[in-house]
């Protein structure tokens, strides 16, 4: 059994889903946003996107980068043109495609600094034999640098896609009785993700988090609970599990974070998100995991939320806005992470664990790189429902790099193991952690 070492670490009251200055209390003062807007969609017919830029604390990006990710089954291709932001700023948008993503990204021959506005335009084309009736679209892995080449914090918000028939397929121009019977039977109109690691399916595990996604559950402003126990109402807004109201930590008219029951594993979910105006939303059917184990990160960047223990910064290359420097080998560090799994004697869903309460049933393991080691301690963080503190303590042969690959796995009662997603963390030699800089994570910025 690990030995508890708490902080207090408020991380899942906060919308974006890496929760990066919650969660560990530092100010990030320069912060680059991408969101993707909403639009209609029928099958076999195609739909453009905008995606903004939103720059906040000073920031200003002279080049970008991002992942748009979808699936194949529902989007046969995608087009990208820049948009006045890009243009304004005589940047070229640049984008390269392969089955379920397009990356892009925005560069020009100047320092002119990309301004806040519609950055590109994404034209997606969809399947017009495709089943699903949504489809997720994802902007993730976003970096931005500066004139100086220095990295600014960044995230991205994707949309998902409601997708409606494409009437009169007899030729008429007229629906079809079984087209007439589609359009009006219900629909799951909301995808259950982790807020963590952005996987969707089964992400429910005892006392974890998850996220819903759609659009329509508010006309309110987005809200984030502010107080422990956490409410099962914000914006107006419930999530239901098996018809029990779930705490929730943040609702906006796109997203929903709540924390899912200490159920047992294996057991039926049936999740259900009560909009504001009274229409039950559904989700697809779901069972509760044993563990659904996610290393929270840095905007939709790689890089872990993997703190200094000793030095409240986060390990990564040194970044303009933000307390970083790469670890070394030696340092106690601290890993946030979600859906470890069962808890002995837990605390009950929305209310902070307290001392004693929080030991965990699944024995963890860490990999950094090729070497294993082995926590110091795994528990909830003291606080924060649903969010996981793992400490440990780099050894002397662990490998460096500034984007050194880690991530966990949970050893379950019967013999199977569970394994997060894989994340980074900046690792230096011994006495060069104070003068490692990044180089700029941009593909071919032209400059």
């Given at each position: 059994m690990y030995?508890?070492?708490?902080?207090?670490?408020?991380?899942?009251?906060?919308?974006?889903?890496?929760?990066?200055?919650?969660?560990?209390?530092?100010?990030?003062?320069?912060?680059?946003?991408?969101?993707?807007?909403?639009?209609?969609?029928?099958?076999?017919?195609?739909?453009?996107?905008?995606?903004?830029?939103?720059?906040?604390?000073?920031?200003?990006?002279?080049?970008?980068?991002w992942t748009m990710a979808y699936p194949a089954s529902a989007v046969s291709s995608v087009s990208v043109t820049g948009g006045a932001a890009a243009t304004a700023a005589s940047k070229n948008v640049t984008c390269s495609s392969g089955t379920g993503k397009t990356i892009c990204i925005v560069f020009g021959a100047g320092d002119d600094t990309v301004g806040n506005g519609v950055l590109a335009t994404a034209t997606l084309n969809l399947a017009a034999g495709t089943a699903v009736i949504s489809a997720p679209v994802q902007v993730m892995s976003v970096a931005a640098i500066n004139g100086s080449d220095s990295v600014i914090l960044a995230s991205g918000t994707g949309r998902l896609i409601a997708i409606q028939p494409?009437?009169?397929?007899?030729?008429?121009?007229?629906?079809?009785?079984?087209?007439?019977?589609?359009?009006?039977?219900?629909?799951?109109?909301?995808?259950?993700?982790?807020?963590?690691?952005?996987?969707?399916?089964?992400?429910?595990?005892?006392?974890?988090?998850?996220?819903?996604?759609?659009?329509?559950?508010?006309?309110?402003?987005?809200?984030?609970?502010?107080?422990?126990?956490?409410?099962?109402?914000?914006?107006?807004?419930?999530?239901?599990?098996?018809?029990?109201?779930?705490?929730?930590?943040?609702?906006?008219?796109?997203?929903?974070?709540?924390?899912?029951?200490?159920?047992?594993?294996?057991?039926?979910?049936?999740?259900?998100?009560?909009?504001?105006?009274?229409?039950?939303?559904?989700?697809?059917?779901?069972?509760?995991?044993?563990?659904?184990?996610?290393v929270f990160t840095v905007g939709e960047t790689t890089q872990g939320v993997i703190r200094i223990a000793s030095a409240n910064q986060i390990a990564m290359p040194k970044t303009e806005g933000t307390?970083?420097?790469?670890?070394?080998?030696?340092?106690?560090?601290?890993?946030?992470?979600?859906?470890?799994?069962?808890?002995?004697?837990?605390?009950?869903?929305?209310?902070?664990?307290?001392?004693?309460?929080?030991?965990?049933?699944?024995?963890?393991?860490?990999f950094v790189g090729d070497v294993q080691i082995a926590p110091e301690s795994a528990e909830f963080a003291q606080g924060s429902p649903g969010v996981f503190q793992i400490d440990a303590q780099l050894p002397q042969n662990v490998p460096t790099g500034l984007a050194v690959p880690l991530h966990i796995q949970v050893l379950l009662a019967d013999g199977s193991v569970a394994e997060s997603n894989q994340v980074t963390l900046a690792i230096a030699e011994a006495g060069d952690a104070a003068t490692a800089t990044p180089t700029p994570q941009l593909l071919s910025i032209a400059k």
């Amino acid at each position: 059994m690990y030995k508890a070492k708490f902080y207090r670490l408020l991380i899942g009251l906060f919308s974006n889903a890496s929760l990066f200055a919650a969660a560990c209390g530092l100010a990030t003062a320069q912060q680059v946003a991408l969101s993707l807007g909403s639009a209609s969609a029928i099958r076999g017919k195609s739909v453009s996107l905008n995606l903004s830029l939103a720059t906040s604390g000073g920031a200003q990006p002279t080049a970008l980068q991002w992942t748009m990710a979808y699936p194949a089954s529902a989007v046969s291709s995608v087009s990208v043109t820049g948009g006045a932001a890009a243009t304004a700023a005589s940047k070229n948008v640049t984008c390269s495609s392969g089955t379920g993503k397009t990356i892009c990204i925005v560069f020009g021959a100047g320092d002119d600094t990309v301004g806040n506005g519609v950055l590109a335009t994404a034209t997606l084309n969809l399947a017009a034999g495709t089943a699903v009736i949504s489809a997720p679209v994802q902007v993730m892995s976003v970096a931005a640098i500066n004139g100086s080449d220095s990295v600014i914090l960044a995230s991205g918000t994707g949309r998902l896609i409601a997708i409606q028939p494409a009437f009169g397929s007899n030729g008429s121009g007229v629906a079809t009785s079984q087209e007439s019977s589609a359009s009006s039977a219900p629909v799951s109109a909301a995808t259950m993700f982790n807020p963590a690691s952005s996987v969707a399916g089964d992400v429910c595990s005892p006392g974890g988090l998850a996220s819903l996604s759609g659009e329509g559950f508010t006309s309110q402003a987005p809200q984030k609970a502010t107080s422990l126990p956490l409410p099962t109402r914000l914006a107006n807004v419930q999530v239901k599990l098996n018809g029990e109201a779930a705490p929730l930590l943040f609702a906006s008219a796109s997203q929903v974070n709540f924390q899912c029951p200490p159920l047992t594993p294996g057991s039926p979910l049936d999740v259900t998100l009560v909009a504001e105006n009274g229409v039950a939303m559904t989700a697809p059917s779901s069972t509760m995991a044993a563990a659904a184990p996610s290393v929270f990160t840095v905007g939709e960047t790689t890089q872990g939320v993997i703190r200094i223990a000793s030095a409240n910064q986060i390990a990564m290359p040194k970044t303009e806005g933000t307390p970083s420097r790469p670890a070394t080998p030696g340092d106690n560090v601290e890993i946030y992470a979600d859906g470890l799994g069962e808890a002995m004697k837990a605390a009950p869903a929305g209310s902070p664990a307290t001392d004693g309460q929080i030991q965990l049933r699944n024995q963890i393991r860490i990999f950094v790189g090729d070497v294993q080691i082995a926590p110091e301690s795994a528990e909830f963080a003291q606080g924060s429902p649903g969010v996981f503190q793992i400490d440990a303590q780099l050894p002397q042969n662990v490998p460096t790099g500034l984007a050194v690959p880690l991530h966990i796995q949970v050893l379950l009662a019967d013999g199977s193991v569970a394994e997060s997603n894989q994340v980074t963390l900046a690792i230096a030699e011994a006495g060069d952690a104070a003068t490692a800089t990044p180089t700029p994570q941009l593909l071919s910025i032209a400059k």
